[in-house]
């Protein structure tokens, strides 16, 4: 299986010997060798190769670069954390960043970055800047720029009227328009102000690019009924507009319904997947709607004493605590428990999902990335060993090996690949001719070392994590090396966007209907 154009052994930039190569596409799974030079696997063969560095990997998996969309801490210590759990490639394609600052925010990154990234035009940003007015520098921060967006309520109570509603669709538009990967919708949040039509509205303009839309759904979290209610709601949209949908975290209650959706949608030909993460417990901020009093105790019937932990304190909120909190810091992280624990094992065998890890930021959020680890606040434990602990649960339970190594990798690189993204197309695949983003770990001993109350703790086990050729992680040490890539579209000359108008719909889908009402919604803004 050589692209060596000679029998006689050649040079390498960087050779992996004697390890199990597992590709998760085409299900090679054998001793080899594997040939690097110029970022690229050149050769994967059973002869002698030899390089000017050498990695033994005897004894050890030598597998795709893990890829992870679900990502928010896009900053140098978010991507140290992710390199020691070989993370090679992550991207937020559900918060996403500001779409209006899309190249800023890759340019920014560009040449002093140790892993890929990657960020979705965000819809939930869009709103805030054109309902409560943000601005200014903290749009740059990516994600983490919702810890200060947040402390306003326009953004997730206000229903757009069309002027309203066409200014965050341009805004969107213009994010795609300069490469963004897609939109990230977290609609769960915004449940009370994103009509359907809006969300319709949205999921349409990433529909004109082929780009997909990822949606923290509707009624996530909630009960089995409404959750999958949410997920009914983005895929019927996807579905009607020939788009896209990726279904986040949809490890929840009714979860088992989301994704026979998702799995009899996608072999009829549809492009759409789900996502989920080994950990009973998620996290949020303490302002989000669904975790207020009224939903989270009346309606749902829990007790912040048994769900709801400060992940810097490691103490159990009570509504009375809770309450103070959310006056004296709205946005501060929680960790929410919300599934049994014997779940997290169960998730790991879903065909085709991807594990997306939901990553949560410390703080320093932007502090370099050899910052000491003591001077580092604490945060949910799948920000740095969602993947191990992937790799751990699979080698206690016995899933086997390569439905890890999918999920980990290939699954996200196929979907993304599928919408037309060049750099997804040749990642998460070990085969010749493909980016080195490549992982090489001990299969009998890596594992997560994180928990809730210590959640920054490296993973352990990874000979090597190489990323576009580079290695930048040795026998568990990160190196001061910055090959990341950016993972995005060529910008486009010129948008796309439409204008949603009454006019417009009346004329394509009536007779002849009159305007009746100038100015409303359709559908009257429910």
Not at 113 to 127: D, F, K, M, P, V
Not at 274 to 296: D, H, R, V
Request: charged share 20%.
């Amino acid at each position: 299986m050589s692209l060596a154009s000679t029998a006689i052994a050649q040079d390498y930039d960087l050779v992996i010997t004697g390890g199990r190569v597992m590709d998760p596409e085409t299900l090679y799974d054998d001793i080899a060798n594997v040939g690097i030079t110029d970022g690229r696997i050149v050769e994967i063969s059973k002869d002698n190769l030899t390089g000017a560095d050498e990695i033994d990997a005897t004894g050890h998996v030598v597998a795709p670069g893990f890829i992870d969309t679900h990502f928010h801490w896009q900053a140098p210590l978010g991507y140290r954390f992710g390199l020691r759990d070989g993370l090679t490639t992550p991207m937020d394609l559900e918060m996403g960043c500001a779409a209006t600052l899309i190249p800023e925010w890759y340019a920014a990154r560009e040449g002093v970055t140790q892993s890929n990234y990657g960020c979705a035009a965000s819809h939930e940003i869009a709103r805030a800047i054109v309902i409560d007015g943000a601005s200014g520098d903290n749009l740059l921060r990516g994600p983490v720029a919702v810890l200060e967006t947040r402390k306003q309520s326009g953004w997730s109570e206000t229903k757009a009227d069309y002027d309203t509603g066409n200014e965050i669709l341009r805004i969107l538009d213009k994010g795609l328009q300069d490469g963004a990967v897609g939109i990230g919708s977290t609609l769960g949040y915004m449940r009370n102000g994103v009509t359907s039509r809006e969300l319709f509205e949205v999921q349409k303009v990433g529909a004109r690019y082929g780009r997909h839309t990822g949606v923290h759904t509707r009624f996530t979290p909630d009960n089995a009924t409404n959750e999958n209610i949410g997920a009914q709601e983005a895929l019927t949209n996807g579905l009607a507009l020939g788009a896209p949908v990726s279904i986040l975290h949809f490890n929840n209650p009714g979860y088992r319904l989301t994704h026979e959706l998702l799995t009899q949608l996608s072999e009829q030909g549809h492009n759409v997947w789900g996502e989920i993460y080994p950990y009973s417990a998620g996290a949020t901020t303490l302002n989000a709607g669904f975790m207020q009093p009224e939903n989270w105790v009346d309606r749902l019937g829990h007790k912040y004493e048994d769900t709801v932990q400060d992940p810097i304190t490691g103490d159990f909120y009570t509504t009375a605590s809770f309450e103070q909190a959310l006056q004296d810091d709205p946005t501060r992280e929680i960790i929410l428990f919300k599934m049994p624990e014997e779940d997290s094992v169960r998730w790991l065998t879903l065909r085709g999902t991807t594990m997306a890890s939901d990553a949560m930021a410390g703080t320093p959020i932007f502090g370099p990335w050899d910052t000491p680890a003591d001077q580092i606040g604490n945060t949910h434990p799948r920000t740095s060993g969602a993947r191990a602990k992937a790799i751990r649960l699979a080698r206690e339970n016995d899933i086997p090996l390569m439905q890890i190594m999918s999920i980990l990798s290939y699954n996200a690189a196929k979907h993304l690949g599928d919408t037309g993204l060049k750099a997804m197309q040749e990642r998460g695949r070990l085969q010749e001719g493909m980016v080195a983003d490549i992982v090489v770990f001990d299969p009998e001993t890596v594992t997560d070392n994180s928990t809730y109350s210590e959640g920054l703790v490296p993973s352990t086990g990874f000979k090597a994590v190489v990323v576009n050729g580079t290695v930048a992680v040795r026998d568990d040490e990160l190196l001061s090396v910055f090959p990341g890539q950016p993972i995005r579209f060529e910008p486009e000359a010129a948008p796309r966007f439409e204008p949603v108008s009454e006019e417009a719909w009346n004329l394509e889908f009536s007779t002849g209907m009159p305007d009746i009402a100038p100015g409303l919604p359709p559908e009257g803004g429910n």
